[in-house]
Structures are given as C-alpha cells and as structure tokens.
C-alpha cells in the first residue's frame, strides 16, 4: 500500500491535556496544527471522577467534563485532529516524519505528548482478566457497573485512596491492598484521613496480589503477606490497580534521550535531545505529573515550536535560499564592543549594497540561527554564497578591508 504524505507546520502526538494545550497555542500562531490521538481525546484526566486541583474550578470538576472543555477550546483555533495511532518518528534530510499506519506527517516542529499507561502488578494470570474481564484502572469508566459489588483496589498513592474512596459511593465494600505496615500509606494526608474514616475502606497492609483467579472473568485475588508469605484469597467483582504507570515512550528509545525509566529528557523550553523535537506532560522527566503542570508544558512547547517553525523559515528563506554573496554578522546585542562592529558592518555593506547582502543574527534573542551556521563567538562574520558557508571569520581587526577581500573574491 502506497502511504499517503500530508505536511504540517506542527505535529502533536497525543490529545490528553498537555498535548490539547500545545495544539491550542500552535494553533493560535497560526501554524498549520495536526494533533494525533490513538484513543480518547482526553488522556488520563478522564479516568478520574473529580479534580479539585486544577485552577479555576473552584467546586470538584468531573475529569470527563474538564477535557470536553480543553477539547472545545482548542478546536477553535483550526487545529486537525486524527484519531490513529503513531508508530514511529524519523528524520530525513532535515524532514521531521510523524508515521501511522496509512499516512506519513512531515512536520517542521513535532511535540511529544504521549503520557502514560497504568502499571500491571505481574501477578500471575493478570493478562487473562486485562479488558473488561475484572481488571481495571479507571474508577470513572467503571464504578457504575460496580454498584453494590465487592472490589478490590491495589495501591496506596493518590490515585488509589482518592478513587478507592469515589468508588466507596458505588461498592458496598473496597478493600484496599496496601505493601507498607498498617497506616503507612503514600497518598496526601488530606486523602488518607477520609479514607481511615470512610466504614466502606478496609485495609489489608503488608500485601501484594500474587495470582487473579477466575474462569472467563475475574471472581477472587489471591494476596500474599510480604511478612509471613501467608496466601489470602479475596473474592471480588473487580480489581483496580493504581500501583503508578509507565511512560508511553518506547517508540523514541534510541531517537531521543531518555531517563533510565523511560522519561524523556527536556530542557526548560521541552526542547529534546533531538532538534524540533518538543516533549510535554506525564512522558518527560519531571517531578509533579498533574493537569496543571501538563499545561503548562503545553504552553511553552506551543510558543517554543512557533519560534522554531519561524527561524527555521527564517533561516531557510533569508540565508540558505538567498542568491549572491551574504555576510551574516553574528553578535550580543547587549556587548558595547559588538554594537560597535554592527555599526562598522552596516557601513561597509552600505558601501558595497549591489555585492553583497547583511543578516543580522543577534544571539542575545536566540543563539538557534548562529548555530545553525556553526558560529564559534561574538562578534565575527560567516560569508555565503548560494546557500553555502564560504568563510567565518572571527578576527574582526581589519574589518573594512577584510570585508573588501572577501567581496573581490567571491561576488
Ligand atoms: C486515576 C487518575 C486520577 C488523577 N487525578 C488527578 C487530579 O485530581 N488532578 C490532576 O491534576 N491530575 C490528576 N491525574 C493526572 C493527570 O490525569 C495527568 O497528569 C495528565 O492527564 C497528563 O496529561 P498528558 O497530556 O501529559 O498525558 P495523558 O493524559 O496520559 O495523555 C496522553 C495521550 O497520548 C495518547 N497516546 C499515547 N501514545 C500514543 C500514540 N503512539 N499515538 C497517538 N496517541 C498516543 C494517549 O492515548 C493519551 O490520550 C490523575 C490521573 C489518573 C490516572
């Protein structure tokens, strides 16, 4: 089958909040925005039933809701949303490609969005019961159906005593499956005091699940205490596991640098280690993984890629398709000396103005395009011609004349 090639300004890969947002602010510059989501517009926000945490809500908002909102919002600014999965990225000759089954995306700018997915204990037969078969990691898709039901939920952070709680209001009895000693728990102190109150909570500390048991669903966990290796069998209707997630960044392992779990590595622009390669949200390294600080991410990688697109265009345009003869001085706008060199530049050039042409790259603002151009320091002078690098000189001491030099032997 012959793939199909669409081009972009920017390509988003995955619509949970942090990519959402990123799309709204490329959008928004008017780049020519494509986001790719391989589920549910949304992410992980839609697995929980209330957020209280994310500014500007100040009564609890339902996760489901909160993301049809972010949706809206930033649809309005003509960004196109796939709904496929990306299988990999590459780059070829200076092409950023974005691959799915059908089409391949050449982007200019790509922004990493691709979160996490949930954790599986390991225990044995867990695979058996995954789909809608008694395990489940969203207390949002499935309380309901767990109304009046027994249920187990493995975890003690955040995520598993606050929807263990939720899930209280649905199940006639959870039973939360702890690994430390009896009241040692790793969520807020706020979510374990309501949850130590809650009569619908028990607690079984000190275990982990060691096999799910059933026929074609799931009807009993077997825990094992870490202290004695006791057995305990559990029925139960369905099991929820909040036991942390994984990053979803296997398919850039070897493309981009990575922590040793998974992460991706950003600076604080969420520029990666691959140039016009943008990491945002749950997937990169970072210390709060949270709705707020998604969008945040979003925001800057946006604006950040908007830059980019535009010196990349910039740079494209202005220097590597320009014809004849061009001086691109390379100076910090905020250094005296090179101001000074800028004047000395400009009067030479305009001496000169039908041989050769001035740009000038200050990297006060950005050091991108000079580096682009290999530039070595401030102040000094690269000379091109028809797109290639001719000369850069960086002994600046006989400027006049050594721009005149240059004029005789290449305009
Ligand atoms: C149960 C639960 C409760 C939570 N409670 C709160 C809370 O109260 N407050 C709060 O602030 N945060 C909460 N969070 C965390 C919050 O949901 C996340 O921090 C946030 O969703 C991260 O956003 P993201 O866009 O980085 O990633 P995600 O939301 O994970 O979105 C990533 C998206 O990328 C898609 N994707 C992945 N791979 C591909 C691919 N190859 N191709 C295409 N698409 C792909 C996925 O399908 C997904 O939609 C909770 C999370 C969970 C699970």
Redesign the pocket.
């Known amino acids: 089958m012959e793939k199909k090639i669409e081009h972009y300004d920017v390509v988003v890969?995955?619509?949970?909040?942090?990519?959402?947002?990123a799309a709204l602010y490329a959008g928004r510059a008017r780049l020519k925005t494509l986001l790719?989501?391989?589920?549910?517009?949304?992410?992980?926000?839609?697995?929980?039933s209330?957020?209280?945490?994310?500014p500007g809500f100040p009564e609890p908002i339902d996760?489901i809701e909160l993301m049809k909102l972010f949706d809206k919002q930033f649809r309005r600014f003509g960004v196109d949303v796939k709904l496929?999965?990306?299988?990999s990225v590459s780059v070829e000759c200076n092409q950023k490609i974005v691959s799915?089954f059908r089409t391949d995306y050449y982007a200019k700018a790509v922004i990493i969005?691709?979160?996490?997915?949930?954790r599986l204990t390991g225990a044995k037969n867990e695979e058996k019961f995954l789909n809608d078969k008694g395990i489940s990691?969203?207390?949002?898709c499935d309380a309901a159906r767990n109304t009046g039901k027994r249920i187990m939920v493995i975890g003690s952070g955040?995520?598993a005593i606050?929807?263990g709680m939720f899930l209280t209001k649905f199940a006639r009895e959870v039973i939360v499956s702890v690994i430390h000693d009896e009241g040692i728990m790793d969520a807020n102190k706020v979510a374990q005091e309501k949850a130590l109150a809650n009569p619908k909570m028990k607690f079984m500390w000190n275990t982990v699940v060691d096999s799910f048991e059933g026929d074609d669903t799931l009807k009993q966990v077997v825990l094992k205490n870490i202290k004695t290796g006791e057995l305990i069998p559990v029925d139960v209707d369905t099991c929820f596991l909040?036991i942390g997630?994984v990053p979803?960044t296997k398919?850039f392992e070897g493309f981009i640098d990575m922590t040793q779990r998974g992460y991706i590595k950003t600076n604080e622009n969420m520029e990666t280690s691959r140039e016009g390669f943008f990491a945002?949200?749950?997937?990169?390294d970072k210390i709060l993984?949270?709705?707020?600080?998604?969008v945040g991410?979003?925001a800057i990688a946006g604006f950040m890629a908007e830059k980019y697109v535009e010196e990349l265009e910039y740079v494209q345009r202005e220097i590597f398709e320009a014809k004849g003869l061009i001086m691109a001085f390379v100076y910090n706008a905020v250094e005296a000396l090179d101001r000074e060199f800028l004047a000395r530049v400009e009067q030479v050039q305009r001496e000169h103005k039908d041989k050769i042409q001035l740009r000038r790259i200050d990297v006060y603002k950005s050091d991108r395009i000079a580096c682009r151009l290999d530039y070595t320091k401030t102040p000094s002078l690269i000379f091109m011609k028809d797109g290639k690098v001719l000369e850069n000189v960086t002994d600046l001491s006989n400027l006049e004349q050594m721009i005149s030099q240059m004029i005789a032997k290449y305009a």
């Not at 945002?280 to 990169?284: A, E, K, L, P």
């Open positions: 890969i995955g619509g949970g909040p942090a990519g959402m947002t790719i989501e391989k589920s549910l517009i949304g992410g992980m926000a839609t697995y929980t209330e957020i209280e945490n994310y996760g496929t999965d990306v299988r799915t969005s691709t979160g996490n997915k949930p990691f969203c207390a949002t955040d995520a606050e929807e909040f997630y979803n398919m945002v949200g749950d997937c990169r993984r949270q709705v707020a600080t998604a991410d979003g």
